[in-house]
């Protein structure tokens, strides 16, 4: 009995520390803001690295998503007549929920599964140790211009997922199904807000990028040095981002639509 | 060129489409495009009921958009509702003080939006004057009931 409050308290004080350096990091990595404005050039390596090679997964998933959501939504609306709310349901659905949710998960997959793997191995490789000898702080140095990568990087891809998905969208309703074009626009153009729904959404996807990069990076920074705690890491990055993504998406929509 | 100007090229390409796409999103899909952003002037109107009208419904003169309807309150001295609409400035001084407001629904289930018929009066709507005649929204409850009940009494008036 008291082996197993132990035990409880063990992990509990594990759990705790972890947090503890999670956020330590965290702050190390908002003071290498200074180094990132006096060389910029380490942001924009990574901006490329974390979103550029990120446009074709999203653009495509993008894409899918608003064609399928006009095909479902059309089957939908047209047994009550009403085909015209096509355009506001796909272009809402995208702005305040899909895009930002679905850039988030595939970011994690895409980008940040690869930077925690990056600095798993920079640290099993004593690579960030080796930085440190030369005096050089590696938390300012190779995180924390990858943490504002991702931070700018999520919000101009989620933006980029609900343009496509609308286009998507359009161009099953209009070409294939035959919605009208004009009901199609002006119902979304009544419906969608730019403030409710719009800054929201950017709102929304800021958020999942600090949270997805975050958790990539500290996972990547905090993994046991080895080819097996690289890949644990890893797959924690990709489980935990989904998860914290998922569960501050409901949390988001109550306050926000709620 | 160098791999490194390439890659700063490509950065440049994701920023401008991710500025573009935030452009699009707000010029295109919202209604920043198409919403009206000047003055606005206040005329209020008082409804036995207001049905399903919302903040936000349209305000129209032969169906053409002219304000938005900004607030909408429970007055309890008169046991009516307050509606507040945004006209737009420019149609200041060009619509008849003894206008008619009624709440109308567009289609059979749609949105419900406010139309004013326009009265012959010299005098014109200004900031803060109320709309004296309106007629409140049609609910269909109470249309049923009432031709229910109508056919009722042509039934026990023949017998």
Same mark, same amino acid.
């Given at each position: 009995m008291?082996?197993?409050?132990?035990?409880?308290?063990?992990?509990? +004080?594990? @759990?705790?520390?972890?947090? =503890? /350096?999670a956020?330590?990091? #965290?702050l &190390?990595?908002l003071?290498?803001?200074?180094?990132i404005l006096?060389?910029?050039?380490?942001?924009?390596?990574?901006?490329?690295?974390?979103?550029?090679?990120?446009?074709?997964?999203?653009g495509?998933?993008?894409l899918?998503?608003?064609m399928?959501l006009?095909?479902?939504?059309?089957?939908?609306?047209?047994?009550?007549?009403g085909?015209?709310?096509?355009g506001?349901?796909v272009?809402?659905?995208l702005?305040?929920?899909?895009?930002?949710? +679905?850039? @988030?998960l595939?970011?994690? =997959? /895409?980008a940040?599964s690869? #930077?925690? &793997?990056?600095i798993?191995?920079?640290?099993?490789?004593e690579?960030?140790s080796?930085l440190?000898?030369m005096?050089?702080?590696?938390?300012?140095?190779v995180?924390?211009?990858?943490?504002?990568?991702g931070?700018?990087?999520?919000?101009?891809?989620?933006a980029?997922?609900?343009?496509?998905?609308?286009?998507?969208g359009?161009?099953?309703?209009?070409?294939?199904?035959g919605?009208?074009?004009a009901?199609?626009?002006?119902?979304?153009?009544?419906?969608?807000?730019?403030n409710?729904?719009i800054?929201?959404?950017?709102i929304?996807?800021?958020?999942?990028?600090?949270?997805?990069?975050?958790?990539?990076?500290?996972?990547?920074?905090?993994?046991v040095?080895?080819?097996?705690g690289?890949s644990?890491?890893?797959?924690?990055?990709v489980?935990h981002?989904?998860?914290?993504v998922?569960?501050?998406d409901?949390?988001?929509?109550a306050?926000?639509?709620? | 060129m160098?791999r490194?100007?390439?890659i700063?090229?490509?950065?440049?390409v994701?920023m401008?489409?991710?500025?573009?796409?935030?452009f699009?999103?707000?010029?295109?899909?919202?209604?920043?495009?198409?919403a009206?952003?000047?003055?606005?002037f206040?005329?209020?109107?008082?409804f036995d009921?207001?049905?399903g009208?919302?903040?936000?419904?349209?305000v129209t003169?032969?169906?053409?958009?002219?304000?938005?309807?900004?607030?909408i309150?429970?007055d309890?001295?008169?046991?009516?509702?307050?509606?507040?609409?945004?006209?737009q400035?420019?149609y200041?001084?060009?619509?008849?003080?003894?206008?008619f407001?009624?709440?109308?629904t567009?289609g059979?289930?749609?949105e419900?939006?406010?139309?004013i018929d326009?009265?012959?009066s010299?005098?014109t709507?200004?900031?803060?004057s109320?709309i004296?005649?309106?007629q409140?929204a049609?609910?269909l409850?109470?249309?049923?009931?009432?031709?229910i009940?109508g056919k009722?009494?042509?039934?026990?008036?023949?017998?």
């Amino acid at each position: 009995m008291l082996n197993l409050l132990g035990d409880l308290g063990a992990w509990g +004080l594990q @759990a705790l520390t972890r947090l =503890g /350096r999670a956020h330590l990091l #965290l702050l &190390a990595m908002l003071r290498g803001l200074l180094e990132i404005l006096r060389r910029p050039r380490l942001l924009v390596d990574q901006l490329y690295s974390v979103g550029v090679l990120t446009l074709l997964i999203i653009g495509v998933a993008g894409l899918f998503v608003g064609m399928v959501l006009a095909l479902q939504g059309y089957n939908v609306l047209s047994r009550f007549g009403g085909e015209t709310a096509l355009g506001f349901m796909v272009a809402a659905s995208l702005v305040r929920e899909l895009g930002p949710v +679905l850039t @988030a998960l595939l970011f994690a =997959g /895409r980008a940040g599964s690869a #930077l925690t &793997a990056e600095i798993g191995l920079m640290k099993a490789t004593e690579q960030l140790s080796g930085l440190e000898m030369m005096a050089v702080n590696p938390e300012h140095r190779v995180l924390a211009p990858r943490f504002f990568a991702g931070l700018i990087a999520v919000p101009m891809l989620a933006a980029l997922f609900s343009c496509l998905g609308v286009l998507g969208g359009w161009m099953v309703g209009g070409g294939l199904l035959g919605v009208d074009q004009a009901a199609f626009w002006n119902g979304m153009q009544d419906g969608i807000d730019f403030n409710d729904d719009i800054i929201n959404g950017v709102i929304k996807s800021l958020v999942f990028g600090f949270v997805c990069t975050w958790i990539a990076i500290f996972q990547g920074y905090d993994c046991v040095p080895t080819s097996e705690g690289v890949s644990r890491a890893t797959t924690r990055t990709v489980v935990h981002s989904s998860l914290a993504v998922l569960g501050l998406d409901f949390v988001l929509t109550a306050l926000m639509f709620g | 060129m160098n791999r490194k100007r390439q890659i700063e090229i490509w950065v440049g390409v994701f920023m401008a489409i991710g500025f573009a796409a935030l452009f699009l999103l707000a010029m295109k899909i919202s209604n920043l495009g198409t919403a009206y952003s000047g003055e606005l002037f206040h005329v209020t109107a008082r409804f036995d009921n207001i049905g399903g009208l919302k903040v936000k419904a349209p305000v129209t003169i032969a169906g053409v958009e002219v304000g938005r309807v900004q607030e909408i309150r429970y007055d309890p001295d008169d046991f009516r509702a307050v509606v507040v609409l945004g006209i737009q400035d420019q149609y200041l001084g060009k619509i008849p003080d003894d206008s008619f407001a009624k709440i109308l629904t567009a289609g059979l289930l749609g949105e419900q939006y406010i139309g004013i018929d326009p009265g012959g009066s010299e005098d014109t709507l200004k900031e803060g004057s109320e709309i004296g005649i309106t007629q409140s929204a049609l609910v269909l409850e109470e249309v049923i009931g009432q031709f229910i009940f109508g056919k009722s009494q042509e039934g026990a008036g023949t017998e």
